[in-house]
T-cell receptor, first 116, second 110 residues
Framework: EAGVAQSPRYKIIEKRQSVAFWCNPI?????LYWYQQILGQGPKLLIQ????????DSQLPKDRFSAERLKGVDSTLKIQPAKLEDSAVYLC??????????????FGEGSWLTVV | GDSVTQMEGPVTLSEEAFLTINCTYT??????LFWYVQYPGEGLQLLLK?????DKGSNKGFEATYRKETTSFHLEKGSVQVSDSAVYFC?????????FGAGTQVVVTP
């Protein structure tokens, strides 16, 4: 079974530039998450989708971050304009259900962003 | 609000030593609890989980027991190997999403 695919793996941009990350979840997984992991910290949820609808985006900095999952499969996370503090690993994850049911949430390898 | 607290690292051990990583959580009710592991350069992988009080999760020699009395989910392994060197994250379900602790780096030396 293919895992969660993410691209690009690494990206270096200057502050105020834009960047987009792509995620392809495991086939059949209705729930998709984007997490931000700053070096030395645990991952923090940015947004959760159920199919193509947003379940929770309360922690997404909407003035600069946006995410979409148009057909309920692939998802894109965009940052515009980037700030130095956005340097982090952006993790995409997917699951059949949610963590509330003890479902396993599968993570991709992450997209490493450095803003200089 | 809900939170997960785990012991700070790095934890440095010799091969075959006993490993314990403490994890406590705050919660209303009884959330599902998880341990994830992140090997160098790789993504997060589920190590084990427990969905109700007194459940014991186990995998690859690691164990953790859901203790509602102490709101804890400590991770243990009786004899670590160099290949267990990684960052370990405790997590809880928070309204259908994972809420993570800060992570504990474990370094096992030969």
């Amino acid at each position: 079974e293919a895992g969660v695919a993410q691209s690009p793996r690494y990206k270096i941009i200057e502050k105020r530039q834009s960047v987009a990350f792509w995620c392809n979840p495991i086939s059949g997984h209705a729930t998709l998450y984007w997490y931000q992991q700053i070096l030395g910290q645990g991952p923090k949820l940015l947004i959760q989708f159920q199919n193509n609808g947003v379940v929770d985006d309360s922690q997404l900095p909407k003035d600069r971050f946006s995410a979409e999952r148009l057909k309920g499969v692939d998802s894109t996370l965009k940052i515009q304009p980037a700030k130095l503090e956005d340097s982090a690993v952006y993790l995409c994850a997917s699951s059949q259900g949610t963590a509330a049911s003890g479902n396993t949430i599968y993570f991709g390898e992450g997209s490493w962003l450095t803003v200089v | 609000g809900d939170s997960v607290t785990q012991m700070e690292g790095p934890v440095t051990l010799s091969e075959e030593a006993f490993l314990t990583i403490n994890c406590t959580y705050t919660a209303t009710g009884y959330p599902s609890l998880f341990w994830y592991v992140q090997y160098p350069g790789e993504g997060l992988q589920l190590l084990l989980k427990a969905t109700k009080a007194d459940d014991k999760g186990s995998n690859k020699g690691f164990e953790a027991t859901y203790r509602k009395e102490t709101t804890s989910f400590h991770l243990e392994k009786g004899s670590v190997q160099v290949s267990d060197s990684a960052v370990y994250f405790c997590a809880r379900d928070s309204w259908g999403k994972l809420q993570f602790g800060a992570g504990t780096q474990v370094v096992v030396t030969p």
